[in-house]
């Protein structure tokens, strides 16, 4: 049985005029297979050095950039290579480089089946924080599973789908590590 590979890459411009000062824009866009999450956004500014190539600087944005996002060491080298080769043959070709905005766009479709979390992650947390709540009179004697402190010590709580409940910083600080309830293991993503 093969393997697909851990990722597919597509690179591709686009070059306008600058209406005011000239902008260069790297914008990757992350999307995973087998998730329901939209495409991942990540612009970065990139800065070259004199040979056209993206400059230390900004390829320690990109490592960063793909690291954080669970892209293994390997997949993240090559795509910086053809990024930085594709950047370098692009710049050069434009007319006018003072007066052209540029947006290199990065198309990486991810094939690692343990890299969806990392996304769903960031909007799992996103939701809690808007779904903070007081505690309510019935909940008070209650006992945070993670902290093991009353609920009604700190009216600050948040209730997962599976409707247990927590001290808002204690889930925020576990679903960091964990993408399952605490009490119950029920899948939050």
Known sequence: MSHPPPYTLVLSDKKKPACSSPKRTLTMK?????????????????????????????????????QYHEINFDSVIEIIDETTNYVAGVIPTLDDVTGTNLDVIVKITDFNPKAWSRIDLDVYTIDL?????????????????????????????????????????????????????????????
């Open 30 to 66: 992350i999307k995973r297979l087998n998730t329901q999450q939209t495409t991942n956004r990540i612009s970065i500014a990139p800065r070259t050095s004199s040979n056209g190539h993206l400059d230390d600087g900004t390829i320690i944005d990109m490592e960063d950039m793909l």
């Open 129 to 189: 924080r808007k779904n903070r709540r007081d505690s309510i009179p019935s909940e008070e004697n209650d006992i945070c599973a993670i902290c093991h402190n009353e609920l009604g010590a700190s009216g600050d709580l948040n209730t997962l789908v599976c409707n247990h409940s927590y001290h808002h910083e204690c889930i925020l600080g576990w679903i960091k590590m964990n993408l399952t309830c605490p009490v119950c293991r029920t899948t939050l993503a």
